[in-house]
Nanobody, 127 residues
Framework: QVQLVESGGGLVQAGGSLRLSCAAS????????MGWFRQAPGKEREFVAA????????YYADSVKGRFTISRDNAKNTVTLQMNSLKPDDTAVYYC????????????????????WGQGTKVTVSS
Protein backbone atom coordinates (compact mmCIF):
# COMPACT_ATOMS: atom_id res chain seq x y z
CA GLN A 1 0.00 0.00 0.00
CA VAL A 2 1.25 3.46 -0.88
CA GLN A 3 2.07 5.69 2.06
CA LEU A 4 2.83 9.41 1.93
CA VAL A 5 4.10 11.18 5.03
CA GLU A 6 4.48 14.95 5.06
CA SER A 7 6.60 17.07 7.37
CA GLY A 8 7.75 20.65 7.66
CA GLY A 9 4.63 22.70 8.27
CA GLY A 10 4.38 25.39 10.92
CA LEU A 11 3.82 29.04 11.69
CA VAL A 12 5.70 31.72 9.77
CA GLN A 13 5.36 35.45 9.26
CA ALA A 14 4.37 36.89 5.92
CA GLY A 15 7.39 37.09 3.64
CA GLY A 16 9.02 34.11 5.29
CA SER A 17 9.82 30.64 3.98
CA LEU A 18 8.98 27.05 4.77
CA ARG A 19 10.07 23.76 3.29
CA LEU A 20 7.67 20.83 3.13
CA SER A 21 8.82 17.27 2.56
CA CYS A 22 6.97 14.12 1.66
CA ALA A 23 8.36 10.62 2.08
CA ALA A 24 6.76 8.01 -0.15
CA SER A 25 6.73 4.24 0.10
CA UNK A 26 4.85 1.28 -1.27
CA UNK A 27 5.53 1.38 -5.01
CA UNK A 28 8.15 2.37 -7.56
CA UNK A 29 8.48 6.07 -6.78
CA UNK A 30 10.50 6.98 -9.87
CA UNK A 31 7.69 6.15 -12.32
CA UNK A 32 5.02 8.38 -10.77
CA UNK A 33 4.38 12.09 -10.95
CA MET A 34 3.99 13.66 -7.50
CA GLY A 35 2.03 16.69 -6.43
CA TRP A 36 1.13 19.07 -3.64
CA PHE A 37 -2.35 20.33 -2.92
CA ARG A 38 -3.73 22.54 -0.19
CA GLN A 39 -7.01 23.18 1.55
CA ALA A 40 -7.82 26.35 3.43
CA PRO A 41 -10.62 26.47 6.02
CA GLY A 42 -14.00 26.54 4.33
CA LYS A 43 -12.53 26.08 0.87
CA GLU A 44 -12.11 23.22 -1.54
CA ARG A 45 -8.83 21.39 -1.92
CA GLU A 46 -6.77 22.96 -4.68
CA PHE A 47 -3.76 22.09 -6.78
CA VAL A 48 -0.45 23.75 -5.86
CA ALA A 49 2.36 22.07 -7.80
CA ALA A 50 3.37 18.85 -9.56
CA UNK A 51 6.59 17.30 -10.78
CA UNK A 52 6.84 14.48 -13.27
CA UNK A 53 8.46 11.13 -12.55
CA UNK A 54 11.90 12.15 -13.84
CA UNK A 55 11.90 15.62 -12.27
CA UNK A 56 12.34 17.26 -15.67
CA UNK A 57 8.88 18.83 -15.87
CA UNK A 58 7.05 20.89 -13.25
CA TYR A 59 3.71 22.66 -13.17
CA TYR A 60 2.41 25.29 -10.74
CA ALA A 61 -0.82 27.00 -9.86
CA ASP A 62 -0.76 30.65 -10.91
CA SER A 63 -1.12 31.71 -7.28
CA VAL A 64 2.25 30.22 -6.29
CA LYS A 65 4.25 30.54 -9.50
CA GLY A 66 7.58 32.26 -8.88
CA ARG A 67 7.36 31.73 -5.11
CA PHE A 68 7.15 27.95 -4.68
CA THR A 69 9.50 25.30 -6.05
CA ILE A 70 8.78 21.59 -6.22
CA SER A 71 11.60 19.07 -6.47
CA ARG A 72 12.16 15.37 -5.95
CA ASP A 73 14.88 12.91 -5.05
CA ASN A 74 14.13 9.53 -6.59
CA ALA A 75 17.00 7.90 -4.72
CA LYS A 76 15.38 8.86 -1.40
CA ASN A 77 11.72 8.60 -2.51
CA THR A 78 11.02 12.14 -1.40
CA VAL A 79 9.34 15.19 -2.88
CA THR A 80 9.86 18.68 -1.50
CA LEU A 81 7.98 21.95 -1.74
CA GLN A 82 10.08 25.03 -1.05
CA MET A 83 7.78 27.95 -0.25
CA ASN A 84 9.19 31.48 -0.30
CA SER A 85 7.60 34.92 0.04
CA LEU A 86 4.70 33.39 1.91
CA LYS A 87 1.44 35.29 2.18
CA PRO A 88 -1.46 34.96 4.63
CA ASP A 89 -3.51 33.55 1.72
CA ASP A 90 -1.11 30.57 1.67
CA THR A 91 -2.45 29.46 5.06
CA ALA A 92 -3.84 25.94 4.60
CA VAL A 93 -3.29 22.28 5.23
CA TYR A 94 -0.88 21.04 2.58
CA TYR A 95 -1.19 17.52 1.21
CA CYS A 96 1.30 15.40 -0.68
CA UNK A 97 -0.43 13.46 -3.45
CA UNK A 98 0.26 10.63 -5.87
CA UNK A 99 -1.75 9.66 -8.94
CA UNK A 100 -3.19 6.29 -9.77
CA UNK A 101 -1.28 5.80 -12.99
CA UNK A 102 2.38 5.82 -13.90
CA UNK A 103 3.76 8.54 -16.15
CA UNK A 104 0.96 11.01 -15.52
CA UNK A 105 1.78 14.34 -17.15
CA UNK A 106 2.48 16.96 -14.48
CA UNK A 107 0.03 19.42 -16.06
CA UNK A 108 -2.73 16.79 -15.79
CA UNK A 109 -2.30 16.34 -12.03
CA UNK A 110 -5.68 17.34 -10.65
CA UNK A 111 -7.73 16.28 -7.63
CA UNK A 112 -9.51 13.66 -9.74
CA UNK A 113 -6.25 11.98 -10.77
CA UNK A 114 -5.04 11.52 -7.19
CA UNK A 115 -5.23 8.03 -5.77
CA UNK A 116 -3.20 8.56 -2.60
CA TRP A 117 -3.04 11.43 -0.12
CA GLY A 118 -0.77 12.13 2.78
CA GLN A 119 -2.19 13.06 6.18
CA GLY A 120 -1.53 16.75 5.61
CA THR A 121 0.70 19.32 7.30
CA LYS A 122 -0.59 22.68 8.49
CA VAL A 123 0.96 25.92 7.28
CA THR A 124 -0.03 29.17 8.96
CA VAL A 125 1.20 32.51 7.64
CA SER A 126 0.64 35.45 9.94
CA SER A 127 0.35 39.02 8.69
Amino acid sequence: QVQLVESGGGLVQAGGSLRLSCAASGRTFSTYTMGWFRQAPGKEREFVAAIDWSGSSTYYADSVKGRFTISRDNAKNTVTLQMNSLKPDDTAVYYCAAPRFQYTIARAMGVNSVAYWGQGTKVTVSS
